[in-house]
Structures are given as C-alpha cells and as structure tokens.
C-alpha cells in the first residue's frame, strides 16, 4: 500500500499498526494529510486500498483521540478487539 502512495508523502503522515493474538490480526492506523476530506479519492493509484479499512475522521479536542494518537504513534497498547501491538509501520 505505501509504494503506490509516494506521491502523498509530502503531504500526509501515518502510523500503521498490526495488533495479533492467537493467530488472529487486525491492520489499523491513524493518517494525519492535509485539508479535512479524505485524500484517496484524488488518485486512483491511491483507491486500491483505501475502501478495505473504514475511516472516521478524529476530533482533535477529545480526550479518547489523543489517547489513541498516543497509541499508535509510540506503538503500543491493544485494538479494539483486545489484541496486543505486534508490529508498526511509518509513512511519512
């Protein structure tokens, strides 16, 4: 997925998260780009993944987003499914 998003590099950052336990994974991340609208659809190079995952966008005031900010940018801590960080990933 990051190889066909090159060209957003200078415009968007994110922490990717892989969290497993007992062979069962889930992928989430939280993306920070610049505007207030997904960028995705700009692009149909960008398209191929985006409609996998489901996108909420973070209201920076609440506590709950900054707890999860936190999360997956010092790589810790579980989904919402219980499941432990295993691995991370930055695009920047």
């Known amino acids: 997925m990051f190889h066909r998003l ?28 610049r505007g207030h609208e997904l960028a995705f659809p700009l692009s149909p190079d960008w398209q191929i993944d985006y409609e996998s995952y489901d996108w909420k966008k973070l209201d920076p005031a609440n506590e709950e987003t900054k707890k999860l900010v936190q999360q997956y940018f010092s790589w810790t801590g579980t989904d919402k499914q219980g499941r432990k960080f295993n691995q991370g990933k930055i695009f920047k």
Do not use: P
């Open 6 to 33: 090159d060209k957003m590099r200078k415009q968007a950052f994110s922490s990717m998260c892989l969290f497993r336990t007992d062979g069962h994974s889930t992928i989430s991340g939280v993306w920070v780009w």
